[in-house]
C-alpha cells in the first residue's frame, strides 16, 4: 500500500499545482464515508441493513457526506467474499469532476487497472483509486465516489460489509484503507460507517449485462446483452427504460429491444442494448438500464470506450465458473482488432491465490486489421486444491498496449463419496448360458473407505459377485465368473 499511496500523493500534488490560484484547500469539519444503497442521498444515523435475492447483483454505493471539496480518493472495501463478490466498480454519477483517471483497480487480489495491487488486496477486497481531472475538485462535499459492484453468491443473516485495513497515512486512524484528498500533501480527515448484508427469500429478479464494458470503434455500433433473471420464484413483467438522450453534437445513441420482459418462475430473458456512434464521438459511456416491476427495480451498467487509435479489446466466456474439486473447465478468450489494429497479441495468465493450475492453448495470437482472434484458458484442479474462489488474470500485451480480462473461479469440495456404474446396463442371453457385466466403482472427492456390493435379481436366474467389497483407494482388476461377473477399477 505504501507503493501505491506515494504514487497516488504526487499526482495530488502535481493536480494541486495546476489548479486555479482562486481554489483555496480548505480542511473543514471531518466528514464520513458510508456503505448505503444505491439510491441513498445521505450517510444513514445507523449502519445501512442491505439485503438482495441469492444469484442477484447488488450495488453498494460508496458514499461520502460533510467533508472537503476532493479532487482523489483511495478506497478498498472488504466484504466477505462467500456471501459478497466484487466484479466491478462504476464512476457514474460520482462527484469527482471527470474525466478522472483511474490509478489503480484490483478486485478479488487481481489487478484490472493499473500497475501492481498492494499487498492488502485480498479476496473480499474491492480497491479503487481514482483522480480528477488536472485542475478539478469537486464542487460538492456530499455525494457519491463511486459504485462497487457484486454478485450475492452466498446466504447470510448479517454478513459485515467494511474496509480493509492495514494501510499508512490514510484518511482513517489508526490504520483503514480510506484515503480521502484534495490537492494537498495530507490526507483529508475522515470517518467511516460501514454495512451489513442478509440475502431475502422475497421474489424478486436479478438483471446483468454481458459484455460489462467494451471497446467501441467510432462510427460502429456496440450492443450488451441484458439478462434478467427471476429469484425466487419471481413472476411478472419487467419494463427496461434508459437515460434521456443525449443531444449534444456528436453524441452517441442508445437502444434497448424488447423494452418489456415477461419473466415466468425461475425463468431467464434477454434484451439487446444497442450503443450507436458517429466517427467523431468520443471518450467513455456508461449506459445505466433500469428495470421495474411494481414497487421493484434494480438496474445495471454498461460501459462503452471509444477507441482513439489502434488497439485491441479482451473478453472471457465465461467468466464466471463453478467447479468441483479435481475437475476441469475452459473458458474462451476471444480478442478484437479496434481501429484497424494488426499485430500479436501475448497472453498469460495468473491465478490469485495460487491452487489450480491454468493454460493457454495459443499464447500468441495474431490480429489482422478488423479481424478478431482467440485462445483456449483451460483449468485443472485436483485433490489438493482447497474449495474457495480463485481469480484468473489473463494480461494481453502487444507493444505498449495491455489489456487484462478476468475470469472468477469457484471451486467447491463435496463431501467424500464413491459411485457405481454398470457395462452393460442391458443383457440378453439364450436360456442355459452366461453372460458378464463389469461393475466400476469410482472413488471420489478422497473417498477412501470400504465399498461393499450386494445384488438382487428374478427368481430362476443366478448371479455371482466377485469380489463383493473394496478397501482402500486402490480396486482390484476384473475378475470374471459364470452368469455375471464383476470389476473394479480406479
Known amino acids: 500500500m505504501k507503493r501505491i499511496i506515494v504514487l497516488f500523493s504526487s499526482i495530488l500534488l502535481i493536480v494541486g499545482v495546476l489548479s486555479s490560484p482562486s481554489l483555496v484547500q480548505v480542511h473543514a469539519a471531518t466528514g464520513t464515508v458510508c456503505l448505503v444503497n444505491s439510491d441513498a442521498t445521505a450517510c444513514p444515523s445507523t449502519p445501512s441493513a442491505l439485503t438482495s435475492s441469492l444469484g442477484s447483483q447488488l450495488r453498494l454505493s460508496v458514499f461520502i457526506q460533510g467533508s472537503n471539496v476532493i479532487n482523489g480518493f483511495d478506497i478498498t472495501v472488504l466484504t466477505d467474499n462467500n456471501v459478497l463478490r466484487p466484479v466491478g466498480a462504476d464512476l457514474n454519477g460520482s462527484i469527482l469532476p471527470g474525466p478522472q483517471q483511474v490509478l489503480l483497480e484490483c478486485i478479488n487480489g487481481s489487478l484490472v487497472a493499473g500497475t501492481v495491487c498492494s499487498s492488502t488486496d485480498t479476496l473480499g477486497t474491492l480497491h479503487l483509486a481514482v483522480v480528477a481531472c488536472p485542475g478539478c475538485l469537486s464542487t460538492s462535499t456530499t455525494g457519491l465516489l463511486f459504485t462497487a459492484i457484486y454478485n450475492v453468491a452466498g446466504s447470510s443473516s448479517g454478513s459485515p460489509i467494511g474496509f480493509q485495513t492495514g494501510c499508512s497515512n490514510t484518511s482513517v486512524s489508526p490504520n483503514a484503507c480510506v484515503t480521502i484528498a484534495n490537492g494537498g500533501v495530507t490526507p483529508v480527515p475522515e ?3 460501514t454495512a451489513t448484508f442478509s440475502t431475502t427469500t422475497m421474489p424478486d429478479f436479478a438483471m446483468s449485462a454481458s459484455p460489462v464494458s467494451q471497446f467501441v470503434v467510432p462510427g460502429d455500433s456496440g450492443h450488451s446483452t441484458i439478462t434478467v433473471t427471476s429469484i425466487n420464484g419471481f413472476n411478472g413483467t419487467v419494463s427496461l427504460t434508459l437515460p434521456p438522450a443525449c443531444l449534444a453534437l456528436f453524441c452517441p445513441v442508445w437502444s434497448i429491444s424488447p423494452s418489456s420482459l415477461n419473466i415466468p418462475p425461475g425463468g431467464v430473458m434477454n434484451s439487446t442494448l444497442t ?7 468520443g471518450g467513455t459511456w456508461g449506459v445505466t438500464v433500469t428495470g421495474t416491476s411494481g414497487g421493484r427495480a434494480h438496474n445495471v451498467t454498461a460501459t462503452f470506450i471509444l477507441a482513439s487509435g489502434p488497439d485491441f479489446s479482451m473478453t472471457a466466456n465465461p467468466n464466471n465458473i463453478t467447479i468441483n474439486c479435481c475437475s476441469a473447465a475452459d473458458s474462451t478468450i476471444t480478442l478484437a482488432s479496434l481501429s484497424r489494429f494488426s499485430g500479436t497479441v501475448s497472453l498469460a495468465a495468473a491465478v490469485s491465490p495460487a491452487g489450480p493450475a491454468v493454460s493457454l492453448n495459443y499464447p500468441n495470437v495474431t490480429l489482422s486489421a478488423g479481424g478478431t482472434g482467440s485462445s483456449i484458458l483451460s483449468i485443472y484442479t485436483s485433490n489438493s486444491t482447497s474449495a474457495g474462489t480463485y481469480s484468473i488474470t489473463v494480461t494481453g500485451t502487444s507493444g505498449t ?4 480480462v478476468v475470469v472468477s473461479l469457484t471451486v467447491n469440495r463435496p463431501a467424500p463419496d464413491f459411485s457405481i456404474t454398470a457395462d452393460p446396463t442391458f443383457i440378453s442371453i439364450p436360456q442355459g448360458a452366461s453372460a458378464a457385466s463389469q461393475i466400476t466403482v469410482y472413488y471420489q472427492f478422497g473417498f477412501s473407505g470400504v465399498v461393499t456390493l450386494t445384488f438382487s435379481h428374478p427368481v430362476g436366474i443366478t448371479a455371482v ?22 470389476r473394479n477399477t480406479d
Open 191 to 193: 470517518t467511516v460507517q
Open 275 to 281: 450503443f450507436g456512434t458517429t466517427t467523431e464521438t
Open 401 to 404: 498496449l495491455s489489456h487484462t
Open 465 to 486: 459377485l466377485t469380489p463383493t467389497s473394496f478397501s482402500g483407494h486402490r480396486l482390484s482388476p476384473r475378475s470374471s465368473i459364470t452368469n455375471r461377473s464383476c
